[in-house]
C-alpha cells in the first residue's frame, strides 16, 4: 500500500491551496491529492462569466494567471504534486489511516495509507422536493461543478433559448440571471423571500435592488413559493407558484448548497446540526489527525461567536493555507473568525455586505442604530461619478460599527464594503475612523471618504440633530391612514429635479431648500413634517434650518429619493 505524509480528498480551491503550501513549507512532504472529478483547481466563480462571455474560454478557469493549464501534469511538474482524477473516495478508516478510493472508469479499489488527512469534499447544490421536479429534465440545471457549465453551455449553443427560469436568487441565482439576461435570453426569477439576496442584505438595500432588476426587464417575483413543474413536450418547462405559470425554455435550481461530509460521517467524525464538519480553531476534525477545509465547514463568526455556513472561495483559499501551515508547524496559526464580507455584480449594479444585517443585530439583541444614505463614490462633478446607496449599523453601547451593506449602479462599493470590514473586524472606534487617512483625489473619491461621511450621520443622528424615518415606515404611515391630514411631505428638491424625478408621494408639496428659509411656514408648524431630497442631505440640512425656526416633529427620509428609485 502507498504510504504518504498528507493525504488530501478534494481537488478545489481548498484541497490544492493545502497542497501547494505543504509543498512551499516542506518540499519532501509525499502529498496524494484525490478527486472523483476530472477538473482540478477549477474556478467555479466565473462560471456565469462563462456563459455571459466574459470568459471566452472554458480553460481560463483551470489556467493559472500566466497562461498554465493546472492539470495532473501541472501540479506533477510544478510540486510533485500526486494527482488522481476520477477517483471517489468511498471509506476513511481513522484507526489504520487509510483512504478507499474508488476507480470511476474500471470500478478499481486502491488504498492509501496517509500521516495526516485534509478533507475539502466541498459542497452541492441542493435540489428542493418539488413535485414534478427532476434533474434528469434535460433543460433544468443545477451551475455548481464544472460539468455542470459544461452542459448549460452546450445547451444554450445547440438549443434556442429565448427564456430561462430560475429557482432562487442568492448568489449565485442573481450572478446567472444576469448573465443569462445580458447574454439576450428573458429571465424569470422566483425567490420565496421577499427581496434577492435576502440572506445578505436588508429590506432597503434588497427592494431597491429587486426595482433595479425589474426595471432592467429581469421579471423578479419574490414571496414566491414554486410549488409545481410541469415538463412539456420536453422542450419547455412550466413552473407553477402559487400565483402564477411561467413557462420557460431552460429551468436552472439555484437554491443553495450543502456540505459533501458523507465520507466523514462515515468515519465517525462530528458532524454540525447543520451538516457540515466539525472543526477546532486549526481547522482539525474530532480527529487530531484529520483536517478540514472549505465548503464542507463551517466557521466561527466573530461578531455572534457562533459558528456560520459560509461557503466562499475566499474563506476556501485562505483557510487551505492555515491548514498546511498547522499541518508542517504544529497547529501554531489558529483561525479567529470571519464576519461575512461579500460582493456581487448584478447588472449593471454592485452590491457588497459586511458584518451583522439588521436583523442579525436584533436576533442578538444589540442596542443598535442605523443610518441609510445616499451620495456619489466620486465627487458629482467627474464624468465617472456614480450614486452609491449605503447602509450602516452601528452597536449604540460603543458606537462601532458593526455592519454595512451598499448598491450602486457602476460605483465602487468594494472600497467602501473593504473598508468597512477593516473597521469592523478590528473593532475601530468611532473617533478614529472619523478621522481615517484614507486617500483622495477627484478620479477616486470624495475629501471625506462616503463610508466616514456614514459616520458623520451617525454622530449626527445620536446627538439628535436630525430624527430618521425610512420610506418603509412612510409607507406603513400611509396605510394605516390615507390622507395623513397631520403629516406634511416636504420635498426640497429644486423645481426641476421635482418636475424631472416624480416624488414618491402623491401628495408632497414642493419647497426647494433655497426658497424655504425665507417661506411662511406658520400653516405647517404644528404637523408632523417629513423632509426629503434626492439623497439626504439637503433634507437634513432643511431640518437644522426648520428647528431653527421652532418646528418640534421633524423627520429626515433617509437617503431621500435616490433610496427609493
Ligand atoms: C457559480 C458560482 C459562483 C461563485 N462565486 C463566488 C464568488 O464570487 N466569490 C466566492 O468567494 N465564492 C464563490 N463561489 C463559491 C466557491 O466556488 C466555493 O466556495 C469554492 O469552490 C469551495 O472550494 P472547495 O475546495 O471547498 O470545494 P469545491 O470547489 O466544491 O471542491 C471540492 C472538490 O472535492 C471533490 N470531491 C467531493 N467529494 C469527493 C470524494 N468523496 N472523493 C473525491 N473527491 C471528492 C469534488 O469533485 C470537488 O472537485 C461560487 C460558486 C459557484 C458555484
Not at 414554486?226 to 412550466?238: D, G, L, Q, R
Not at 439583541?365 to 465617472?384: A, C, L, Q, R, W
Request: charged share 25%; with cysteine.
Amino acid at each position: 500500500m502507498d504510504k504518504f505524509n498528507v493525504i488530501v480528498i478534494g481537488a478545489g480551491p481548498a484541497g490544492l491551496k493545502t497542497a501547494m503550501r505543504l509543498k512551499r513549507l516542506d518540499f519532501n512532504q509525499r502529498i496524494l491529492v484525490i478527486d472523483k472529478g476530472t477538473y482540478p483547481s477549477f474556478a467555479a466563480c466565473g462560471m456565469p462569466f462563462y456563459l455571459e462571455g466574459l470568459v471566452k474560454d472554458f480553460n481560463d478557469l483551470q489556467k493559472t494567471s500566466f497562461g498554465s493549464l493546472r492539470d495532473k501534469n501541472y501540479f506533477k511538474n510544478y510540486a510533485n504534486i500526486d494527482l488522481l482524477l476520477n477517483y471517489l473516495v468511498t471509506e476513511i478508516d481513522p484507526k489504520s489511516k487509510t483512504v478507499l478510493a474508488l476507480n470511476n472508469a474500471s470500478n478499481e479499489k486502491f488504498k492509501f495509507q496517509y500521516n495526516k488527512l485534509v478533507i475539502s469534499t466541498g459542497s452541492q447544490a441542493i435540489v428542493p422536493p418539488i413535485e414534478g421536479l427532476s434533474i434528469e429534465d434535460k433543460n433544468l440545471f443545477t451551475l455548481k461543478s464544472p460539468s455542470d457549465v459544461i452542459k448549460i453551455k452546450s445547451y444554450l449553443e445547440e438549443n434556442e433559448v429565448n427564456s430561462v427560469c430560475i429557482l432562487g436568487s442568492g448568489l449565485i441565482g442573481c450572478e446567472v440571471a444576469s448573465s443569462l439576461f445580458n447574454s439576450n435570453i428573458d429571465v424569470s426569477l422566483f425567490e420565496i423571500f421577499d427581496w434577492p439576496l435576502a440572506t445578505l442584505i436588508d429590506k432597503e438595500i434588497g427592494l431597491y435592488l429587486k426595482k433595479q432588476m425589474f426595471n432592467s426587464g429581469i421579471e423578479i417575483y419574490t414571496g414566491e413559493k414554486i410549488v409545481k413543474f410541469v415538463s412539456e413536450n420536453k422542450k419547455t418547462i412550466k413552473a407553477i407558484s402559487e400565483k402564477r405559470e411561467v413557462n420557460a425554455d431552460m429551468f436552472l435550481i439555484c437554491s443553495g448548497v450543502r456540505p459533501n461530509t458523507e465520507i466523514a460521517k462515515k468515519a465517525g467524525l462530528e458532524i454540525s446540526a447543520r451538516g457540515s464538519i466539525v472543526t477546532n480553531e486549526f481547522l482539525q476534525t474530532s480527529n487530531p489527525d484529520i483536517y478540514a477545509v472549505g465548503d464542507c465547514i463551517e466557521i466561527k463568526n466573530l461578531l455572534t461567536n457562533k459558528t456560520f455556513y459560509a461557503p466562499m472561495a475566499t474563506y476556501a483559499n485562505r483557510l487551505g493555507r492555515l491548514v498546511a501551515n498547522n499541518i508542517i508547524k504544529n497547529n501554531s496559526q489558529a483561525f479567529d473568525g470571519a464576519i461575512g464580507t461579500a460582493i456581487v455584480k448584478i447588472l449593471d449594479f454592485n452590491i457588497a455586505r459586511t458584518g451583522l444585517s439588521e436583523k442579525e443585530a436584533k436576533d442578538l439583541n444589540i442596542n443598535f442604530e442605523t443610518v441609510y444614505y445616499s451620495g456619489f463614490d466620486k465627487p458629482h462633478y467627474m464624468t465617472e461619478s456614480n450614486k452609491i446607496n449605503i447602509k450602516l449599523i452601528f452597536d449604540k453601547n460603543t458606537d462601532n460599527l458593526i455592519g454595512a451593506q451598499c448598491i450602486g449602479k457602476k460605483a465602487s462599493v468594494d472600497k467602501t464594503i473593504d473598508v468597512a470590514a477593516t473597521i469592523i473586524q478590528n473593532k475601530i472606534p468611532h473617533n478614529k475612523v472619523l478621522n481615517l487617512d484614507l486617500s483622495y483625489s477627484p478620479p477616486f473619491s470624495n475629501s471625506v471618504d462616503i463610508l466616514v461621511q456614514g459616520f458623520q450621520i451617525y454622530e449626527n443622528k445620536k446627538n439628535n440633530m436630525y430624527k430618521g424615518i425610512s420610506f418603509e415606515e412612510v409607507k406603513e404611515m400611509f396605510e394605516k391612514d390615507n390622507n395623513m391630514e397631520n403629516v406634511v411631505l416636504l420635498d426640497v428638491r429644486s423645481e426641476d429635479e421635482f418636475k424631472r424625478v416624480p416624488s414618491p408621494f402623491k401628495n408632497a408639496i414642493n419647497i426647494p431648500i433655497d426658497y424655504l428659509y425665507n417661506s411662511d411656514l406658520e400653516y405647517i408648524k404644528n404637523k408632523k413634517i417629513i423632509i426629503f431630497c434626492g439623497t439626504g442631505s439637503r433634507s437634513y440640512q432643511a431640518s437644522v434650518m426648520l428647528k431653527n425656526k421652532g418646528f418640534k416633529e421633524i423627520y429626515n427620509l433617509e437617503a431621500g429619493v435616490s433610496g427609493f428609485y
